[in-house]
């Protein structure tokens, strides 16, 4: 097998005999059990190690591999600047990743570089690593802010890369546990923080991967884990594998949860196919999207579920209404939960052959891309409302007596920038609002002059 094995790591600073000036000795435990993870490397003397760390570069939604032929790092912020090191990448490697995500649509890539300086998660991984083995490239990649089932998919590609390069390679899941299991730790204690280490702890130390899932978001915010996303990643590049796993050490003597596992391939087992499976119990959940009579909704909602679950754009259905088909206008998609806006996208005008199409593209867009919002995760589904406007031509008008909020939309214009809002939202209850509105979207200032334009919508919901 390409993936040789994978192992989650902590990466406390102090840890580092230099940094630590002694400290260290509290968490001999995770110190030893460190040393068996190097060895247990260099025994496997893999071509590649990828290491995935909470503390390079991240954005909401995009995973960042670290570009180029190499980096360098030191231990400098905490006061060791002696500890050094330089380090080369695998770029071939790296660009197969690149170009795999590129094919699937998949927002990974090396676009976005803004520190090139290798971080202390990435180090102190490397300091024990390279005490037993140095005769390796380095792949270096962050987490994001998308939905634990994007962190698999990254960890599925990472996978076929190393498939397709035929390349020796482990995994190096970087993370911390919770930071709240003391009150004496960095940011206090909350019972969430034992929570989590022990579930996490009993989740890994059994190979079972598909509880990962299970963590809501909420608990981690509460537990301040730092990890949890990066041992996802890892889980995805043992995808239907199985695993001899074992759980090295925990320790959470200074407030913050290090925990140590490792998980050994043992061939291929098509049961272990857990993001498959999760999928597949969030679809049963969220019902089927036919429940919606609306085609037009019905049609929204249908592109969005494909999107977030299979990450595949879906064709336009053969059983449309003609007019969706065969009409071009602008239209926007709108989705909420529990009442709250959770996404909006649309277009003013015809960008595509359809309605039908443009509704695809935007509903994957107000669901995904709306940089207002977080992207929507699978288990958000069931919850969601979705109205899809079908916009009418704009047309010129000369003062703000030609609108009307409950009727017509309004589209500001001031040079280049416009701003466009719907008509009949909630809260918008006169035209100055609506107009205020639009500008401030378009980034036109209250004082500058402006054009308008008017236009009618169908609305679908």
């Known amino acids: 097998m390409t993936i040789t094995g994978a192992f989650m790591v902590p990466h406390p600073p102090m840890i580092i005999p230099d940094i630590g000036r002694g400290s260290e000795d509290q968490i001999e435990e995770t110190t030893r059990a460190y040393r068996e993870v190097a060895g247990e490397i260099a025994s496997q003397r893999p071509e590649t190690i990828v290491i995935i760390s909470p503390h390079t570069v991240m954005y909401g939604d995009y995973f960042h591999i670290s570009p180029g032929g190499g980096a360098e790092g030191s231990f400098g912020g905490f006061g060791a600047p002696q500890v050094n090191f330089r380090e080369d990448y695998d770029d071939e490697m790296v660009r197969e990743i690149a170009r795999l995500a590129g094919e699937e649509d998949f927002p990974a890539g090396t676009l976005g570089e803004r520190d090139r300086r290798l971080d202390h998660g990435t180090m102190v991984p490397l300091w024990f690593i390279e005490k037993e083995y140095t005769d390796f490239q380095m792949i270096r990649i962050g987490l994001s802010g998308l939905p634990l089932t994007d962190h698999y998919r990254m960890g599925q590609l990472i996978r076929k890369a190393a498939e ?123 019902g089927p999207s036919e429940v919606a009579g609306d085609p037009y909704v019905k049609l929204a909602r249908a592109s969005l579920e494909s999107y977030i679950l299979k990450r595949q754009k879906i064709s336009i259905p053969d059983d449309l209404p003609r007019e969706m088909t065969g009409t071009r206008a602008g239209a926007f998609v709108s989705i909420h939960k529990g009442g709250a806006l959770r996404g909006c996208i649309g277009t003013i005008g015809p960008t595509t052959d359809s309605v039908a199409q443009e509704i695809i593209d935007n509903a994957i867009s107000a669901a995904v891309r709306d940089p207002r919002f977080s992207p929507i995760g699978p288990d958000e589904l069931k919850e969601l409302e979705i109205n899809v406007d079908v916009l009418g031509e704009a047309e010129n008008i000369d003062s703000p007596e030609e609108l009307d909020v409950k009727r017509y939309g309004v589209i500001v214009s001031s040079g280049g920038r416009r701003g466009l809002l719907l008509p009949d939202l909630e809260g918008i209850d006169t035209v100055e609002q609506q107009i205020d509105i639009a500008r401030q979207k378009a980034g036109i200032r209250p004082d500058e002059p402006v054009d308008l334009q008017r236009f009618e919508v169908i609305r679908h919901e």
């Open 164 to 286: 397709r390069l035929e390349r020796r390679t482990v995994i190096v899941a970087s993370g911390d546990l919770s930071h709240k299991l003391q009150d004496y730790g960095p940011y206090g204690f909350d019972e969430d923080g034992p929570r989590y280490d022990e579930r996490i702890m009993d989740t890994c130390g059994r190979g079972a991967f598909g509880e990962l899932f299970d963590f809501d978001e909420d608990f981690c915010e509460k537990a301040a884990e730092c990890g949890h996303r990066a041992f996802v990643i890892m889980a995805g590049a043992l995808d239907r594998t199985r695993v001899r796993a074992k759980a090295l050490s925990h320790q959470d003597v200074t407030g913050v949860g290090y925990g140590i596992c490792t998980f050994l391939p043992e061939g291929e087992d098509g049961e272990r196919n857990f993001l498959d499976r999760y999928l597949e119990k969030v679809a049963e959940e969220a």
